[in-house]
């Protein structure tokens, strides 16, 4: 009868206890494949930009943050700790698809790069979700927002958007399943609206984020770089 009591005691203080969770992968772990992109213009002080890895050497950025003239900007990327030159495997335009591949010399990264995959998301965001801003630096949370939140005749070009500016070059995550959802471009006017006087009027509220979305990443990837 006591030992009966004390395993049912042993029980009661069991759930008592505070449980440990279970270990989760956090947002910083998407850092690993955030770099930046440096750039030195002729007779311009030094820029530096972001990107993310994607995988076998290939870094994909804002095309902007390459600049127009990559040939006499010498691009390098800073990635885990290495400080290294960059050829240019394709490039767009802000004003067409702002996106830019580069490579680096895959034999320089560590084997934990070496080995990765950066998997680009199927399918779209839905306006409302919570997404992962990721930088070198750190990480921030965003959420989507609709393209109504900007002016009309901007909503077909800046179609992928989160409710505030990131930095460009740097990569927007889902924080579920940890893949790429795209790549900042730049920043638009957003407004509210609301109704006055049988009108409705909108207020400016700030700057959306647009993000080149990864079905654009996909299509603009050469397909014999099989990623």
């Known amino acids: 009868m006591r030992q009966t009591a004390c395993f049912a005691l042993a029980a009661v203080i069991g759930c008592l206890l505070p449980k440990s969770a279970p270990a989760q992968s956090t947002d910083d772990d998407l850092r690993?494949?955030?770099?930046?992109?440096?750039?030195?213009?002729?007779?311009?002080?030094?820029?530096t930009g972001y990107g993310i890895y994607l995988g076998q050497g290939i870094v994909i950025t804002a095309a902007h943050v390459v600049g127009h003239w990559p040939l006499f900007t010498h691009p390098r990327v800073l990635i885990a700790g290495q400080d290294l030159s960059a050829t240019i495997v394709k490039e767009g335009s802000f004003e067409t698809t702002d996106l830019a591949l580069l490579s680096v010399e895959q034999a320089a990264l560590p084997m934990r790069l070496r080995v990765r995959r950066n998997p680009l998301c199927n399918g779209s965001p839905t306006i409302g979700s919570e997404v992962i801003n990721v930088i070198p630096e750190g990480t921030t949370r965003a959420r989507v927002i609709s393209p109504l939140s900007i002016p009309a005749q901007l909503r077909k070009r800046f179609d992928t958007l989160i409710d505030s500016a990131k930095d460009s070059g740097s990569g927007v995550f889902d924080p579920e399943r940890k893949c790429l959802l795209g790549i900042m471009s730049g920043k638009v006017e957003k407004y509210h609206y609301q109704l006055e006087n049988v009108r409705i009027r909108g207020y400016m509220d700030g700057y959306a984020g647009y993000f080149v979305s990864a079905a654009k990443i996909a299509k603009f990837i050469p397909s014999d770089l099989h990623l």
């Open 32 to 47: 690993i494949y955030a770099v930046n992109v440096v750039k030195n213009p002729p007779f311009e002080k030094q820029f």
